[in-house]
């Protein structure tokens, strides 16, 4: 089964992605809830992706184990992109004392690299006794984890300062 409306949940995803890391590559303030906010939204939408896509697959079967596996493995992924990518993040104070980051070209590099992850991980979850729609179910969720664990790790590197 494939979701009809997956051409249209990447490119939204995309555009979602380019933002990011549009945003990511000026220098802003660190601060201690907006950086939540984002990944709270994506969470939400992800979630009801999840609960739609899981849905629609057991209508017509019973789920397995191995797709449930995968799907947590991928979550799991996209959490570890997140930190590695804080990583890259630079982070300093600003002559007036307040507490700035910028993403660097390596943030850009490990945010394509995490999309292909996805991309591969969402292809083989699909593919896994003919599931078809939890990978693409998953894609919202997935920027949720990576996003929230990269802003969680930058601003406990930036409380270091």
């Known amino acids: 089964m494939r979701d009809s409306n997956s051409g249209a949940t990447l490119v939204i995803a995309g555009l979602v992605v380019a933002l990011v890391i549009r945003r990511q590559l000026r220098t802003r303030p660190v601060r201690r809830t907006g950086s939540l906010l984002a990944p709270a939204i994506l969470g939400v939408v992800g979630a009801a992706g999840l609960g739609f896509g899981v849905a629609s697959v057991v209508k017509e079967r019973p789920l397995g184990t191995l797709p449930i596996v995968l799907l947590a493995m991928s979550l799991v992924v996209a959490a570890g992109f997140g930190v590695l990518r804080a990583r890259t993040v630079r ?66 590197r930036a409380t270091a300062l």
């Open 91 to 156: 982070i300093w104070r600003d002559p007036q004392g307040a507490v700035v980051r910028k993403g660097t070209p390596a943030t850009t590099a490990l945010w394509v690299a995490s999309g292909v992850a996805h991309l591969g991980l969402g292809l083989w979850i699909d593919q896994v006794e003919g599931v078809g729609i939890l990978g693409a179910a998953s894609l919202y969720a997935y920027l949720a984890i990576g996003l929230g664990a990269q802003n969680l790790s930058v601003r406990g």
